[in-house]
């Protein structure tokens, strides 16, 4: 096996990664249980503002906006918002977690869905603290694969030889800067289960959404192949498999900043 790579995701420009992998995102990217929506919103008023960062194509905003949450949905790529469907309580705009282009204090919540890992995470945090009104909450979630379901485990494989160990793979959940932030506090961790029902197509296009996955060449060629044999050893008699994640969820307030 090769060695894990230790480099930080910051540096490997995400911010137009996912340029060519957009359509495939849109369609075959998993969604988020309705209990960590929940967990998320707990307590709050439905007359809130919530900044939504690395949105991508918006699954996440939709989530949020379905329970009455007015979204600012925050993300660099305009290839991902050019794709994303719209709602009515969404708004997209271009920016950064680094430079959300967001008022001081002017919302209620941030969310953060399979993104953080690509922030820098001080910067950042210095961000959702000025634009968070004081006390307000900062909800980071991964879908994490679940390594003990025997399909999702092996489709984790594939993903990891066909990316040569790329650093994500070993490092998706990168919370540790959130935990040791002085800038939030009564950080609270919830774990839920999801399965995402995918065909053979969904399954291949799955893989295809990460981006750092090759889509041409001999590695992505022995990807499909083996992404193929996967499908044909798990699918039921309705033709489909199932992912299993284990939804991770982080939950902090804004200290107030002192007068």
């Known amino acids: 096996m090769?060695?894990?790579?230790?480099?930080?995701l910051h540096t490997l420009n995400p911010l137009d990664r996912f340029s060519d992998r957009a359509e495939n995102?849109?369609?075959?990217?998993?969604?988020?249980?309705?209990?960590?929506?929940?967990?998320?919103?707990?307590?709050?008023?439905s007359q809130i503002v919530a900044a939504d960062v690395g949105a991508g194509t918006g699954i996440s905003?939709?989530?949020?906006?379905?329970?009455?949450?007015?979204?600012?949905?925050?993300?660099?790529?305009?290839?991902m918002r050019g794709v994303a469907a719209s709602h009515p309580l969404v708004e997209f705009r271009g920016g950064t977690a680094e430079a959300t282009q967001l008022?001081?204090?002017?919302?209620d919540l941030v969310t953060c869905f399979q993104a953080f890992h690509w922030f820098s995470p001080e910067p950042t945090l210095q961000e959702f603290h000025r634009i968070l009104k004081p006390s307000g909450r900062l909800a980071v979630v991964w879908n994490n694969r679940d390594q003990?379901?025997?399909l999702t485990a092996e489709y984790s494989r594939i993903v990891r030889q066909a990316s040569n160990n790329h650093p994500a793979?070993?490092?998706?959940?990168?919370?540790?800067?959130?935990l040791v932030s002085p800038l939030f506090v009564n950080i609270r961790e919830y774990s839920f289960t999801y399965y995402q029902e995918l065909d053979l197509a969904g399954l291949i296009g799955r893989a295809m959404s990460v981006s750092y996955l090759p889509d041409t060449g001999l590695a992505y060629?022995?990807?499909?192949?083996?992404?193929?044999?996967?499908?044909?050893?798990?699918r039921n008699e309705q033709g489909f498999v199932y992912m299993v994640y284990r939804t991770s969820?982080?939950?902090?307030?804004?200290?107030?900043q002192q007068e």
């Open 2 to 8: 090769s060695e894990i790579d230790t480099t930080p």
């Open 25 to 45: 995102y849109v369609k075959y990217r998993p969604s988020y249980p309705a209990a960590a929506i929940d967990i998320i919103l707990a307590g709050l008023s």
């Open 61 to 79: 905003s939709r989530l949020l906006a379905e329970r009455g949450v007015k979204v600012i949905a925050i993300e660099p790529n305009a290839a």
């Open 103 to 107: 008022l001081d204090n002017s919302v």
């Open 148 to 150: 003990e379901d025997a």
């Open 169 to 178: 793979e070993s490092r998706m959940q990168s919370v540790e800067p959130l």
């Open 221 to 234: 060629e022995s990807a499909i192949a083996d992404l193929q044999d996967l499908y044909h050893q798990f």
């Open 249 to 256: 969820v982080h939950i902090g307030e804004a200290i107030q």
